[in-house]
């Protein structure tokens, strides 16, 4: 159960219903996951989602890629809803099965190309380290240049925001769906 209540289209204010209907027409649906709680401040629900929607559809970085990121990121945070609907969203986007099952289960991947193991890399980094060494940083500069790697970045800083967003809040899976992130190794369930 949320800890913040959702709120029906009726229920929401001009500014809200404003900020739903974009994230509708953007991304085709509306599910009840990061942007319900934000919902409750447009002011921070409106710029969010903009830039959700620059980060997801229009930076220079391939769609396979982003997507290897964006799982890397909800792996790290644990965050079940975010790797729900990004998993398949990967799967779809060209990143193999057995790419997102070794995320999943917190390894390392084999099978990565050049491009994709630059990326995954990165995102460990920052992620794990909380700061890029310079060879890592250096090879995404010369394989995406340096609009690439700041579009990287933020992505991660982004989907960080999302999977926070969810756990904070305790955004339920939708219905029927059940977690698929097994605990990490030494950690409780």
């Not at 649906?29 to 989602?49: C, E, F, K, S, V």
């Not at 769609?63 to 909800?74: C, D, F, K, T």
Request: aromatic share 8%.
């Amino acid at each position: 159960m949320t800890r913040t209540p959702f709120l029906s289209p009726e229920e929401m204010s001009p500014a809200q219903r404003h900020i739903y209907d974009d994230i509708v027409a953007s991304r085709g649906t509306w599910l009840n996951g990061p942007y319900a709680p934000m919902l409750h401040q447009p002011r921070l629900a409106d710029p969010a989602q903009k830039l959700g929607e620059f980060l997801r559809y229009k930076t220079s970085l391939p769609p396979y890629l982003s997507e290897l990121s964006i799982l890397v990121v909800a792996r790290h945070w644990d965050c079940d809803f975010e790797w729900h609907q990004h998993a398949a969203i990967a799967l779809r986007s060209d990143v193999s099965p057995d790419i997102v099952e070794a995320i999943r289960n917190n390894r390392e991947p084999t099978q990565l190309n050049e491009p994709q193991a630059a990326v995954y890399a990165f995102t460990r980094a920052l992620l794990e380290d909380h700061l890029v060494p310079d060879p890592i940083y250096d090879r995404v500069k010369s394989l995406f240049g340096v609009v690439g790697t700041v579009e990287l970045t933020a992505l991660i800083g982004y989907y960080t925001l999302i999977a926070f967003t969810l756990n904070a809040h305790q955004v339920p899976l939708p219905a029927g769906v059940t977690p698929l992130l097994p605990s990490k190794e030494g950690s409780p369930a």
